[in-house]
């Protein structure tokens, strides 16, 4: 079946540096989408990827899908506290079934 | 209609027992999804429906689970003779329905947390 893993599974940065977290699908996707959760919290929508290549910016957070389609970075410029949760890929086949990733916990240390 | 329900917010039952949840999607939204959720991984998808069309259910994790969207709203889990293992936070999230390359926004509720005891 299909499997999203990322990397790393946990990250400590200080405030101010920056965080990256890789997602790779064990087959082609037709498109992602990425989520944060919070502690405590639910997911929450921040992002789709549909295009091949495709590089999406939301002010500090830059969104990648890799040119085959089978994996997507997310990096954040410049931590703040606000950015501490956890961040979910979650890959879509034709059947619009979202698989998610197994997460990359940030913590932002002030 | 301000997002995502779920109710209940929280049950705790003991093994053997059945128990159901429902979750009110957000009135417009033709997709609903339900999944699991254990400390520390990521959702987990057991099912979605469309209006009131069950499209996948093979990930349902074994045939003590069942969902249903009768009229195409709300839905329901039910978790029939319930063991330990099944301890989790359920979520339920709705999206209007996208296109074959192009899905739309899931918008997940506060979730259901069951422990079995």
């Known amino acids: 079946g299909q499997q999203v893993m990322q990397i790393p599974q946990y990250q400590h940065v200080q405030e101010g540096e920056d965080f990256t977290t890789y997602c790779n699908s064990s087959?082609?996707?037709?498109?992602i989408q990425w989520y944060k959760q919070r502690p405590g919290g639910h997911p929450v929508f921040l992002i789709q990827l549909v295009k091949s290549g495709e590089v999406k910016k939301q002010k500090r957070l830059t969104f990648q899908f890799g040119e085959a389609k089978k994996n997507s970075s997310l990096h954040i410029t410049a931590t703040q506290t606000t950015d501490v949760g956890t961040y979910f890929c979650a890959g879509a086949n034709t059947g619009n079934q979202f698989y998610f990733g197994t997460g990359t916990s940030l913590t932002v240390i002030p | 209609d301000t997002g995502v329900s779920q109710d209940p917010r929280h049950k705790i039952t003991k093994r053997g027992q059945n128990v159901t949840f429902r979750c009110d999607p957000i009135s417009e939204h033709n997709r609903l999804y339900w999944y699991r959720q254990t400390l520390g991984q990521g959702p987990e998808f057991l099912t979605y429906?469309?209006?009131?069309?069950?499209?996948?259910k093979s990930r349902l994790l074994s045939d003590r689970f069942s969902a249903e969207r009768p009229k195409g709203s709300f839905s329901t889990l039910e978790i029939q003779r319930t063991e330990q293992g099944d301890s989790a936070m359920y979520l339920c999230?709705?999206?209007?329905?996208?296109?074959?390359?192009?899905?739309?926004?899931?918008?997940f509720g506060q979730g259901t947390r069951l422990t079995v005891v």
């Open positions: 087959t082609t996707l037709s498109n």
């Open positions: 429906f469309q209006n009131e069309a069950q499209l996948e």
């Open positions: 999230a709705s999206s209007l329905a996208g296109t074959a390359l192009r899905n739309t926004e899931a918008f």
